[in-house]
Nanobody, 120 residues
Framework: QRQLVESGGGLVEPGGSLTLSCAASGFTLDRYAVGWFRQAPGKEREGVSCISRSGDSINIAASVKGRFSISRDNAKNMAYLLMSRLKPEDTGVYYC?????????????WGNGTTVIVSS
């Protein structure tokens, strides 16, 4: 059974850092692009970053550019979102998702999300 499980969320002070992990099971992650999305309270889900199957192409949202980075380790069937200089507006539920191709709003599979709260 294909499954994505996010972890690493939590409560962090503004300016702090977190690393989110996405563990894939039941399939080989290197066949898919991996995207990170987030949904803030009362807002629509938005794309944060996408990484190609091999990791040689990356897209990152302007709102997090220079603060967040995406990576993957296909040997471990894992993907990551490294978040630094966090701001209160980064608060939300973060999801990883996969797609055969590039990331779009409609992805093939989604994890259940991990919650990030940026607050003092």
């Amino acid at each position: 059974q294909r499954q994505l499980v996010e972890s690493g969320g939590g409560l962090v002070e503004p300016g702090g850092s977190l690393t989110l992990s996405c563990a894939a099971s039941g399939f080989t992650l290197d066949r898919y692009a991996v995207g990170w999305f987030r949904q803030a309270p009362g807002k629509e889900r938005e794309g944060v970053s996408c990484i190609s199957r091999s990791g040689d192409s990356i897209n990152i949202a302007a709102s997090v550019k220079g603060r967040f980075s995406i990576s993957r380790d296909n040997a471990k069937n894992m993907a990551y979102l490294l978040m630094s200089r966090l701001k209160p507006e980064d608060t939300g539920v973060y999801y990883c998702a996969i797609r055969n191709g590039w990331c779009l709003k409609q992805m093939d599979s989604w994890g259940n999300g991990t919650t990030v709260i940026v607050s003092s």
